[in-house]
Each structure stands twice: as structure tokens, then as C-alpha cells.
């Protein structure tokens, strides 16, 4: 009934003098939104009331309309028709759009806008022109509903948020068919066009409906997103048009798709889509309360034990000893038994702690047993470069080609982490240094990030998220860099500094590893033993200390026995 309608409009525009009845009859329609092309326009959706959209004065050049509509998290239904929802007509979600493809003559259009939640929807929509020789975004679906796709579909989970849509198609005239998907693969066919992919940061810690929309306005139209966005990568026909990136979870984040057909140097936008990598709506875990009790009470224990790391840790060289145990263990403990099990967050976390505890004391224990410098500074050596290679990876060399292959990957990642014990290993005490300084540092940055969003913590969580999910190495990994970021970097630099200086001044004039502590032990037992002299010789062995210290508690408890007769006895 609706197409009969829509060309029954489109003959009354074909006769001199009723195209002015026509629009006069579509602006007295009840509940009707007037559009402009290019203009965006904020309104509000209630479910028990459709809202019908028209657009007027649609110019003779338009060859196809593009109608997209945005909301934040509450779904929108944007359709052709009024009555009937069907699926080759009609979209839900919070990032929707349809092509309207016109015929000769036409310069009226109608779309239909419901919402089925149950509070008020805020949203903002625009219609976008294009011209025949502009390519058709999605005018070659095959996998999704709509015969003419634009929108992008996305999928988010904790490691990565993909995107997906619908190859292109060459641009033509009104009334004219259009070209071919697949016969041909020739310059003459849609084989010949390219898609840029774009992505755009939100401000960090802006989860507000109207920071949103405001930005969603940048990445509609072709110029905002060259101009505002970071191109990631450029697809060709032959590619799969679907790309990864990694979960930024609180982290607003808009992608938009640019086709470009270079022989003719036309382009087109695909509706935008965005993402927290989160939910609003979900009772636990949502995105206005992002970190655990867990995670808090676990990297701020981790930050002061690194803080005090950070500025003596050299001094206090088993505690640190214990700091690097904790890490290693702790490390690939929670790789192990998170790709193994699927025990709860919080239960892995604790059982994490308590391997890295037992990890800590073992270390130290081999310390304090065998003495091997070697062996201890490796670890530590090792662990500064764990950190050095994640911050060459955070870098956009992590995006390269070569580096989304495995075994390149790991094995890149392994050198750099070698070379630092191996650069450094004429002097240990500089190393030892520099290790607590900047491990220490980047525990406060971790637990920070626990509290306050920063991206400075997917210099090693993008590494943890590769050990753990084999389709990571497909990921984009880039972050926003921002105001929070680059004030939290100033923090890191200033403790790794004073941390690194406040070391190297008071270890001057002292020696640069504490001796073996199982000798000294050993040799000081045999001095006591045959050096009478030695108060300490007459010392009680511990077990008789312990036996005589546990007698006395015990007394404390027992009764006072009577002593008999309490008068002195006459001689």
C-alpha cells in the first residue's frame, strides 16, 4: 500500500501545478518531521507513537538519499513502511540508516521512525544526497537483509570490536538499472572501488547522550570524517570487508567506512556506527561503573609495594627480588589458567595473587640459598624488557602487517625483551636501578587506570590480550591520546626519574649486591659455635628459646596453687 502511495505522489509530481498540493498535503500530516538534506535534526521517540519523516524539494541531480539516525544505547526502528516491519525494508538498532533510490522525477520522500523501549529515545538523524556518478555504499549486499546495506554491522566482546558491511556499487542514473555486482572484474565494476576505513575517539570519560551525538555529526558526511577521523586502513575489492580493533572498554569510540571510486574520484559515507565496548544497561559490570572491587583492591595493593619499589628497591634487594617473583609467576599463571578454565574474573584474579605470592618467596628463597646473581638479575633484566617491548609494540609498528602473524610476533617480541639483560649485563647494579624505577612507576599507572580511564594501560594489556585470544593478532590496537594520558605519562616519567636518581645517590659508595646470604648465615653459626667469648654463644639453641617462651604463656593461664602453712615455724 505504502509503494502504491509513494507513486501515486510521484505522478501528481509529474503534472504542472499539483507538485505544490502534494507537499501542502505531506506537511499536514500528523505527527510528521520536516528534513533538509544535510541538516541534522535532534528529536525524541516514544514507543506508542510512530513518527513519520519527509523530505521535500529533493533536487534533480540526487540520484540516491542515504537516511541514517542515531541514539546512544536504546534502539531505534527505521523503516519504509508504516505498517508492515519487514526485514528487507526496514533496521533496528542505535545506528541505522536506509537508501532511498530515486526514480525520475521525484523530489518527495517518506520514512517511517519507531521506538519499542519503553522510556523516551533522544536522537538525531540527517538525509545525505548523492549524485549518479557518487558509488552506492552497500549496493552489492549479500550477507545482510536490507537489498541496499549501508549501515556497518558491529560486534564487541573484551579483546576485540569488529566491523563489518556490504561491498559498494557503481553509481547510476535515475530509471536506469544498476551495473552489475559480479559479472565483470574489470576497471568498468564495483571490483575497481575502495574502502578507507576510519575511526574516531570520543573524549575519555565522556559517557554523556549529548557528547555523543555532538561527535556522531562529525562522521556522517565524507568531508567531517577525512577531516576529524584517523584513516586505519585501506581496503581493496578483493579484501574482506570486515575489520578488528581492539575493546576499549568506557572508551567511546565512532567508525565510519569512506568508498572511493578512483576513477572517477567520487566517495560516499556508510552510515557510522560507535561503541563503549560496554553496556548501559547490564546490572553488573556496566559502563558507569567499569572497575571491579577485585581489580581495585588487587593493583592498588600492586601500586604501593611498586611505589616503594620504585625508590628503594635497590636497597631492599629481596623485596624487590620478591616484587619481580610476583610478576613472572603471576603473569603467566593468569595466562595459563585463563585459557584452560573458565573460572570467575574475581577467583582467577585471587588466584593469581596467591601464585605470584608463591612465585615472590621463591625467588627470594633461591636467593637467599644460592646466591646466584646471574640467575636473579636475568629475571629482573627480563622483566624491563617485558615492558620495553609492549611500549615498542603500543607504537604504531604494532600495526603492521607482518607483526599479525604469530610466530613473527612472539618471536620480535622475545629479542627485544632479551637484548635489555643482554645490553645491560657489564653493569647489573644500573640495571637493577632502571628495573625498579620504571616497573616500579608503571604498577601506579596500572592501579590508576583502575579508578580513572588511561590508555597508558594497553601498553601491556594489549600484550596479555594477544597471549590469551588467538584472533587478537588481527586487531588495530590504537588509542586515543588525550588530556588524562598525557598527564598521567608526565606522573610516570617524574617517579621513574626521581625514583631512578634518589637509588643512584644514596647506592653510591656502597657495594653493588648485597653478599650471599646463606654464607654469611653459615659462617656466623660456625663463629658462634667455637667463639666462647661471643655473648651469643651462651645464647639458648631456638627450639629450647621457643619451649621456655611457650612455658611462660602457659603459666599465665594456670592457677595460683596454695603454698600450706603461711606462718613462720617457732624453733
Not at 552 to 560: G, P
Request: hydrophobic share 45%; aromatic share 14%.
Amino acid at each position: 500500500m505504502e509503494l502504491l502511495r509513494l507513486l501515486a505522489l510521484a505522478m501528481l509530481a509529474l503534472q504542472p501545478g499539483v507538485a505544490g498540493g502534494a507537499e501542502t498535503v505531506g506537511n499536514s500530516s500528523v505527527g510528521a518531521i520536516e528534513f533538509s538534506v544535510g541538516k541534522f535534526r535532534y528529536f525524541k521517540l516514544n514507543r506508542p507513537f510512530p513518527e513519520e519523516a519527509i523530505l521535500r524539494n529533493i533536487s534533480s541531480n540526487v540520484t540516491f538519499l542515504i537516511f541514517q539516525i542515531h541514539s546512544q544505547y536504546q534502539n531505534t526502528t527505521i523503516s519504509f513502511s508504516k505498517q508492515t516491519l519487514l526485514p528487507n525494508s526496514s533496521g533496528t538498532g542505535t545506528d541505522k540508516g536506509l537508501v532511498f533510490i530515486l526514480r525520475p522525477e521525484q523530489s518527495m520522500c517518506f520514512w517511517y521512525l519507531e521506538t519499542l523501549d519503553a522510556e523516551p529515545v533522544q536522537n538525531v538523524a540527517i538525509p545525505l544526497s548523492y549524485s549518479e556518478r557518487d558509488p552506492v555504499p552497500g549496493g552489492c549486499n549479500l550477507e545482510f537483509d536490507l537489498d541496499i546495506d549501508p549501515n556497518i554491522y558491529l560486534e564487541f566482546d573484551f579483546f576485540e570490536t569488529t566491523i563489518k558491511f556490504a561491498p559498494a556499487n557503481l553509481g547510476y542514473a535515475r530509471g536506469t538499472d544498476p551495473p552489475p555486482c559480479d559479472i565483470r572484474t574489470g576497471q568498468d565494476s564495483r571490483w575497481r572501488l575502495q574502502y578507507d576505513v576510519y575511526q574516531y575517539f570520543l573524549p575519555e570519560d565522556d559517557l554523556t547522550e549529548e557528547g555523543l551525538l555532538k561527535h556522531l555529526q562529525r562522521m556522517a558526511e565524507v568531508p567531517q570524517v577525512t577531516a576529524n577521523a584517523i584513516k586505519v586502513v585501506t581496503l581493496t575489492a578483493n579484501d574482506k570487508t570486515s575489520v578488528s580493533f581492539s575493546s576499549l572498554r568506557g572508551q567511546g569510540v565512532i567508525y565510519n567506512v569512506i568508498v572511493w571510486d578512483p576513477f572517477l574520484n567520487t566517495s560516499a559515507a556508510y552510515v557510522p556506527v560507535h561503541t563503549y565496548a560496554c553496556s548501559f544497561e547490564a546490572m553488573e559490570g556496566n559502563c558507569s561503573s567499569l572497575g571491579r572491587v577485585s581489580t581495585k583492591v588487587f593493583f592498588t595493593l600492586f601500586a604501593l609495594l611498586g611505589l616503594f619499589i620504585c625508590f628503594f628497591g635497590h636497597r631492599f634487594w629481596k623485596t624487590e627480588l620478591f616484587f619481580i617473583g610476583f610478576i613472572f609467576m603471576g603473569f603467566f599463571f593468569y595466562i595459563l589458567i585463563s585459557r584452560l578454565t573458565l573460572i570467575n574474573y574475581d577467583v582467577r584474579l585471587i588466584l593469581t595473587a596467591i601464585t605470584g605470592s608463591v612465585g615472590g618467596l621463591f625467588l627470594v628463597a633461591a636467593w637467599w640459598r644460592f646466591g646466584i646473581l646471574m640467575l636473579c638479575m636475568l629475571c629482573v633484566g627480563l622483566v624491563l624488557g617485558f615492558l620495553v617491548s609492549s611500549v615498542t609494540f603500543f607504537t604504531p609498528l604494532g600495526n603492521l602487517t607482518v607483526f599479525r602473524n604469530d610466530g613473527v610476533f612472539w618471536v620480535t617480541f622475545s629479542c627485544i625483551a632479551i637484548l635489555i639483560p643482554v645490553v645491560f649485563m657489564g653493569c647489573l647494579r644500573m640495571l637493577n636501578v632502571v628495573t625498579c624505577g620504571f616497573i616500579g612507576s608503571y604498577s601506579v599507572v596500572l592501579a590508576i587506570d583502575s579508578y580513572l580511564y588511561t590508555s597508558l594501560s594497553y601498553i601491556t594489556l594489549n600484550v596479555l590480550k594477544r597471549a590469551l585470544s588467538t584472533h587478537f593478532r588481527s586487531a588495530f590496537t590504537n588509542v586515543p591520546f588525550q588530556t588524562n594520558d598525557f598527564i598521567i605519562l608526565a606522573v610516570w616519567g617524574m617517579l621513574a626519574v626521581s625514583g631512578i636518581t634518589l637509588q643512584i645517590r644514596s647506592e653510591r659508595g656502597r657495594p653493588s649486591f648485597p653478599p650471599h646470604p646463606y654464607k654469611l648465615w653459615k659462617r656466623e653459626r660456625e663463629r658462634r659455635v667455637t667463639n666462647i667469648l661471643d655473648p651469643s654463644y651462651h645464647i639458648p639453641p631456638l627450639r629450647e628459646r621457643l619451649y621456655g617462651r611457650l612455658t611462660q604463656i602457659r603459666e599465665l593461664f594456670q592457677k595460683e596453687q596454695p603454698a600450706g602453712e603461711r606462718t613462720p615455724l617457732l624453733l
